[in-house]
Each structure stands twice: as structure tokens, then as C-alpha cells.
């Protein structure tokens, strides 16, 4: 029997592996609609890794009949770089994970205390920490999260869905930074100049045109 084989069937892994993806989840704030549809994203991408990786090989399955011929270790099956660089891809997927579940983590728990909650002082405008490097450190690790997956165990479900889930998480931060100007103005607009969305900004800070804070 394929080792790989070995993967399927462990419905316990399966459910294990849900929970923990989900768990991120509750380091983002369910209170404003506009998250809902990129955690849905986010929570569908999970179940599809777990189900595919532990579960049953779907992707396998459909793109083996359409192509009549059983698949080599690649993207779809297997680990998904194991055929050009052994487990490498495995190795560094695993980093990318841990990174991304850091940044939601750390994010969460400065802008929680300082911004979310309103009995410690909602409103403020959080610029240090991991927020002096990049302005969505949630958004971004989720996208390192789920990016590592795909350098792992990638399926078919998972490659039409990643690209979505940026899209969807760059409109978001785009929607959010709009409130944001509206709430602190010139404070956030130096802000934005001076850091980056999602990776930190290496040259230096950027002019903006056509922004009127309101105060």
C-alpha cells in the first residue's frame, strides 16, 4: 500500500484538525458583518484541507477520472512539492503556519485591549507593536496560514479558493482602512504612509492623493 495512502480514513484527525484551524477564528471580531464572508472562506478552506488530507482524496478522485490515469505525487496528491523538493514544501509550510497563527495571536491581543474593548479604551488608534510593521497582522497571518497549507497538501478546492480568500481580505482591509480614516484622519493617514497592508513597507513611506480625513 501507497504510504500516502495511510492519510485517509483517520476521521479523528479530520475533526482535530478543524477545531484547532478554527480556532483563529475567535481573534476576530464577529460583531461587524463585513468579516463574515472571508472567515466563511477562511473556514471552508480548512475543512476542505482536513477532509482531503485525513479524510477522503475527492480532488484525487475527480481529476484522476477526467484524466483516466492514477496521479503522481504533485499537487493534488500527496505533499504537494514532495515530487520537485522532497518534504521541503512540508518544512516550510510548517513555518509559514506557525508565523501566521503568531501574527492573528499577537494582532488580536494588542488591538483587543487597546481598541475593541470599550471599557479599556475603545478608539484608540494602535500604531506599535506588531502594528508598526503592517496594518492587518490578522489578515495576513491568516493568508500565511492557509498559504502554508497549500505549500503542504494542496487540493483542488483550496487552489480556486486562496485566491478568493486574498481578494476577499484586501477588500475588507480596504473597507476597514476607510472607517478608520473617517474615525482618527491625518492620524491614520500618517499611519498608512508609513507602514505596510500586509508586509512591511521597505522603502520608506508613500504619498497619498484624494484623502480627506475628517479631522
Given at each position: 500500500m501507497d504510504p500516502a495512502e495511510n492519510h485517509f480514513g483517520q476521521w479523528?484527525?479530520?475533526?482535530?484538525?478543524?477545531?484547532?484551524?478554527?480556532?483563529?477564528?475567535?481573534?476576530?471580531?464577529?460583531?461587524?458583518k463585513s468579516q463574515r464572508k472571508p472567515s466563511s472562506v477562511y473556514a471552508a478552506f480548512i475543512v476542505a484541507m482536513a477532509f482531503e488530507m485525513f479524510g477522503v482524496p475527492m480532488s484525487m478522485y475527480i481529476i484522476a477520472w477526467i484524466v483516466g490515469d492514477k496521479l503522481p505525487d504533485g499537487i493534488l496528491?500527496?505533499?504537494?512539492?514532495?515530487?520537485?523538493?522532497?518534504?521541503?514544501?512540508?518544512y516550510v509550510g510548517m513555518v509559514l503556519m506557525l508565523v501566521g497563527a503568531a501574527l492573528v495571536i499577537t494582532g488580536w491581543h494588542v488591538v483587543y485591549k487597546r481598541y475593541w474593548r470599550q471599557e479599556e479604551g475603545k478608539g484608540e488608534l494602535v500604531t506599535d507593536g506588531i502594528y508598526r510593521f503592517i496594518r492587518h497582522p490578522q489578515y495576513t497571518g491568516f493568508?500565511?496560514?492557509?498559504?502554508?497549507?497549500?505549500?503542504?497538501?494542496?487540493?483542488?478546492?483550496?487552489?480556486?479558493?486562496?485566491?478568493?480568500?486574498?481578494?476577499?481580505?484586501?477588500?475588507l482591509a480596504r473597507k476597514?482602512?476607510?472607517?478608520?480614516?473617517?474615525?482618527?484622519?491625518?492620524?491614520?493617514?500618517?499611519?498608512?504612509?508609513?507602514?505596510?497592508?500586509?508586509?512591511?513597507?521597505?522603502?520608506?513611506?508613500?504619498?497619498?492623493s484624494g484623502v480627506s480625513p475628517a479631522r
Open positions: 479523528g484527525n479530520v475533526a482535530l484538525w478543524i477545531v484547532l484551524g478554527l480556532l483563529f477564528l475567535v481573534f476576530i471580531p464577529f460583531n461587524r496528491w500527496g505533499h504537494t512539492l514532495y515530487s520537485y523538493i522532497g518534504h521541503t514544501g512540508m493568508l500565511l496560514i492557509t498559504l502554508g497549507m497549500l505549500l503542504d497538501w494542496a487540493t483542488l478546492p483550496m487552489l480556486i479558493m486562496w485566491p478568493i480568500m486574498a481578494v476577499m481580505y484586501y477588500r476597514e482602512e476607510g472607517e478608520m480614516v473617517e474615525a482618527f484622519g491625518h492620524q491614520y493617514v500618517a499611519y498608512r504612509q508609513r507602514t505596510g497592508m500586509f508586509l512591511p513597507r521597505l522603502f520608506g513611506a508613500r504619498p497619498e
